[in-house]
């Protein structure tokens, strides 16, 4: 599976961005898939995953209400929309999938990764 990320780019604080995700490769629904980010000196974090099927979702608790992830298997797709963003969501924002039907918040459970996407947050 390759993934490439993309969307990302420079928005003001409180504005909104929509990241996109598109896999090539084995059937998309087989993969749960999830966002994580990593901002400058800090480590990656979890933040929001989606089962194979897109009915179950999962948020980083602070990311609830801001952030919603979604899928489109038809078109081998994940998406991240962002809204209300703040300074503090500035980082580089990756795509990963995981085989199998389960999600999880843990990096190293994924098994493909996209090369990132950088969103910088104005203040």
């Known amino acids: 599976v390759r993934l490439q990320a993309y969307g990302g780019g420079l928005v003001q604080a409180g504005g909104s961005l929509r990241l996109s995700c598109a896999a090539s490769?084995?059937?998309?629904?087989?993969?749960?898939m999830a966002w994580f980010r990593q901002a400058p000196g800090k480590e990656r974090e979890f933040v929001a995953a989606i089962s194979g099927s897109g009915t179950g979702t999962y948020y980083k608790e602070s990311m609830k209400g801001r952030f919603t992830i979604s899928r489109d298997n038809a078109k081998n797709t994940v998406y991240l929309q962002m809204n209300s963003l703040k300074p503090e969501d500035t980082a580089v924002y990756y795509c990963a999938a995981k085989e199998g039907s389960s999600w999880s918040r843990i990096g190293p459970a994924y098994d493909y990764w996209g090369q990132g996407t950088l969103v910088t947050v104005s203040s």
């Open positions: 490769g084995r059937t998309f629904s087989m993969y749960a």
